[in-house]
């Protein structure tokens, strides 16, 4: 039983976990080994205090040789589920399952749009955890659309199992495998009554509407819907309604950075890490 999980590998995450450490709390941490590709991919930071005209990758570089320095440790996995046990939390990723007294989401927003019917259809033949939901499309017929190279390996996991894969990814992907069927297109709806059959797109060269008949859907995005993460966190047009020490409404979970809304920048992500930390010691010296 750790004292703390910490969801996020960006710069509220990053602020968090340094903070952690000096705070002397026992903590796991989850995210992305590159950290963010909301940094990476920043062409000019001109406004972060202590660095002059970095660009995002000088600015992960130097993230990354801190985090180094510190030696901290980033677990690579996307956590998929968060559930309050009494007094603790149970958090799962991949197929494992870990346990924390208190929690802080540093998950970022979304970057682009939900498809239409993906929310009222999550959990109901749309998932976003190949290794949680997999085998319950064993020679089916699945969608999966693939938003990070990193997460290909989830895909082949997935067409071991199912019949079929069709993948939708927005990069170039060298994935090759008999029952992938390859897409550069991107599906803008999931339909189905009470659970998904088809995904809707338009056929790159010609713009033609196709609704191709699925058996589920998987999508993997660098981020997951906090809602999907965890119940009963109050939310506000997309974003977790936090206090001043960055508590949620759910007692011991903790959220900083782009996910408790704007403005979007660093300054603010780092700095709601650091004081997501004070909220977690006052948690835990009170429970
Ligand atoms: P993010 O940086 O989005 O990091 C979230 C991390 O959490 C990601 O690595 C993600 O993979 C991980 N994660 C999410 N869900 C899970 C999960 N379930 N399990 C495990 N890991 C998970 N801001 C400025 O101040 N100045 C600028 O010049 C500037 N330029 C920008 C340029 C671009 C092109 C973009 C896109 C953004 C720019 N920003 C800028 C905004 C800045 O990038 C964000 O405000 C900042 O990255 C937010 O940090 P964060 O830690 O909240 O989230």
Same mark, same amino acid.
């Given at each position: ?32 080994? !590159? ?44 956590? !998929? ?66 938003? !990070? ?139």
């Amino acid at each position: 039983m750790k004292d703390l999980i910490i969801i996020g590998s960006g710069p509220a995450g990053v602020s968090a976990a340094l903070t952690a450490k000096r705070r002397n709390l026992d903590f796991l941490w989850f995210g992305n080994k !590159n950290l963010s590709p909301k940094v990476e991919v920043a062409h000019r930071i001109d406004n972060y205090p202590g660095l002059t005209r970095v660009t995002g990758l000088e600015m992960n570089h130097i993230f990354k040789e801190q985090i180094k320095t510190e030696k901290l440790e980033i677990i690579g996995k996307m956590v !998929n589920q968060i559930m309050k046990m009494g007094d603790h939390f149970m958090v799962s990723a991949g197929s494992d399952v870990y346990e924390a007294k208190s929690i802080i989401l540093a998950s970022g927003v979304m970057m682009g749009k939900f498809m239409t019917g993906e929310k009222e259809l999550a959990g109901k033949g749309v998932s976003y955890c190949a290794t949680c939901d997999g085998m319950f499309y064993r020679d089916k017929e699945i969608a999966v659309i693939c938003e !990070n190279k990193e997460f290909e390996e989830e895909v082949l996991f997935l067409a071991n199992i199912a019949k079929k894969v069709y993948l939708f990814v927005n990069y170039e992907s060298r994935l090759q495998k008999d029952n992938i069927e390859l897409h550069r297109e991107k599906p803008y709806e999931v339909k189905g009554e009470n659970k998904a059959t088809a995904v809707v797109y338009k056929v790159m060269e010609t713009g033609e509407e196709r609704v191709l008949d699925i058996e589920g859907v998987f999508v993997l995005r660098d981020s997951i819907n906090p809602n999907t993460l965890l119940k009963g966190l109050e939310m506000d047009e997309g974003h977790i309604v936090v206090d001043r020490l960055q508590a949620t409404s759910v007692d011991g979970v903790f959220a900083a950075g782009d996910c408790t809304g704007r403005p979007y920048q660093y300054a603010k992500a780092v700095g709601e890490g650091n004081v997501a930390i004070y909220g977690v010691t006052q948690y835990l010296n009170r429970n």
